[in-house]
């Protein structure tokens, strides 16, 4: 099921070029500049081959693209964030925390100054991965409260 979901991301950008520097940013300086240097001229296998590299080094690249680059560059936080594992011990933390920042990199494509936004299809695709991600997070955060709450109670005991 996974996989297909991923393919109908793909497909659902067939129409689309690789975003070029334009797609990105109005000039080299800044965050915009720095997500065209970490992603510009990538297709989506090789920008998920990016962003796995270093997710914590990639993450708000996703909030400083223009609405273009992000629509194309969108099925890469998707799948990162389908992918995350919730059983990783204490990575099941840092899932949640980059969980959050990518979740702020995609509210902020609805706030541009010029009224741009993500087109419908992607805000369909914002909404299943958001219900996606709010049932898992909850069992890695109750898994987080869990031991936290054991840790506590074993100090008391000890």
Sequence with gaps: MH????????????????PSQSDFCAD?????????????????????QRFLEGPEMYQEDFMWMFPRAFEYYYPVVDRYLRSVSVHDGGAAFYG?????????????QFHWTDGSRPPDYVIAEIRQLSNFVRGHLTTTLLMLVN????????????
């Design 147 to 158: 031991k936290l709450e054991l840790i506590s109670v074993g100090r008391s005991l000890g």
């Design 3 to 18: 996989q297909e979901y991923e393919q109908s991301l793909i497909a659902a950008r067939s129409h689309l070029a690789i």
């Design 28 to 48: 080299l300086g800044g965050d915009a500049g720095y997500a065209w240097r970490n992603f510009g001229g990538l297709d989506l296998h090789e920008a998920y």
């Design 96 to 108: 949640d925390c980059q969980a959050w920042i990518l979740g702020c990199a995609i509210e902020s």
